[in-house]
């Protein structure tokens, strides 16, 4: 069997436009959606990412706020600023880039910001929510973006076991909470598997739904892939190319063109995962917008 790709661009522009309308219909109505986005210090992938996003909101006609402390400030400060964000009734949105520099308190940081403005579903209120199956809940853009490619490519996940390998709580994690809920695009029988996972080839094989986020290039080989498998690489791993212009090239957790040979489907790197993250983040704080504008309808005089 060779794969079908699952085009995340694709998907992800369909999303993208979506919110567009969303926003759209909002700025009539008197609000702009906002995002809130912190980056502390000067790290150049982060730099590039929120660049990415800033641009990204702008077609969506989102306003993008970047505040952008330098690598020494204090974790009071950078609370203040949370507050600050929080108690702006502009920003509907608030995303801070992890990782913080060392000296920095990240649970903090996280837990300081409003949970209806968490648009990164970090927040413990959102995990729990989510957890619990509440449609209230903000989920983590990456894992809620893997689920909507599966979606919208038509990919039945009921009743199917999804083979999770990773268990980071911004991706592995959220994932299998996602999968075993109780909705369209779940219902799933879930797997997940680690570092201490024994026999991980006999694990990945179970796998109707392969989705691998562990950060190591092209670990998993196509002996480790169920024929027919649905195959989603969230890895992105960058691995020198001397071919290449940039001397370097981006390949994912999975070795493509080995399981490309058995899977029914399978997403490239680049082009797949990636792009849905961040429109998955517009997607949130277009709804939180939506949100804090019924919370202001809801609580003004009624005028009858
Ligand atoms: P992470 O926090 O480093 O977690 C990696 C996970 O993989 C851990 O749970 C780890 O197990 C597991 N692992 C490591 N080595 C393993 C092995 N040999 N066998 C089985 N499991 C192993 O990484 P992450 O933040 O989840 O990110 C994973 C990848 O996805 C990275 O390449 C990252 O760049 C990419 N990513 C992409 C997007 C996107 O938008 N496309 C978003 C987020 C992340 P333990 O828990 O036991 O240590």
Known sequence: MTAQLIDGKAIAAEIRGEVGLRAAKLTEQGVRPGL??????????????????????EEAGIMARDILPGGDITQADLLAIVDDLNADPDVHGILVQLPLPKHLNETEVTERID???DVDGFHP?????????????????????IQELIKRTGIDTSGRHVVIVGR??????????IMLQKEDGANATVTVAHSRT?????????????????????????????????VIDVGVNRVDDPS?????RLVG???????????????PVPGGVGPMTIAMLLKNTVTAAERALRTVASTQPSMG
Request: a neutral charge; proline letters at 6%.
């Open 244 to 248: 290449s212009e940039r001397g370097y």
């Open 115 to 117: 949970p209806s403005k």
């Open 253 to 267: 957790d999975v070795a493509f063109d080995e399981a490309f040979e058995r899977a029914s489907w399978i997403t």
């Open 36 to 57: 809130g986005v912190v980056l502390v210090g000067g790290d150049p992938a982060s730099q590039v990412y929120v660049r990415m996003k800033t641009r990204a909101c």
């Open 168 to 177: 980071s709580n911004i991706v592995g994690m959220p994932m299998s909470t």
């Open 198 to 230: 024994k026999n991980l080839a006999e694990v990945t094989r179970l796998g109707e739904i392969l989705i691998v986020a562990v950060g190591r290039p092209e670990m998993i080989t196509g002996d480790m892939v169920r024929e027919g498998a649905v």
């Open 125 to 145: 209120v959102n995990q729990g929510r989510m957890a619990q199956g509440s449609p209230e809940a903000f989920r983590p853009a990456t894992p809620a973006g």
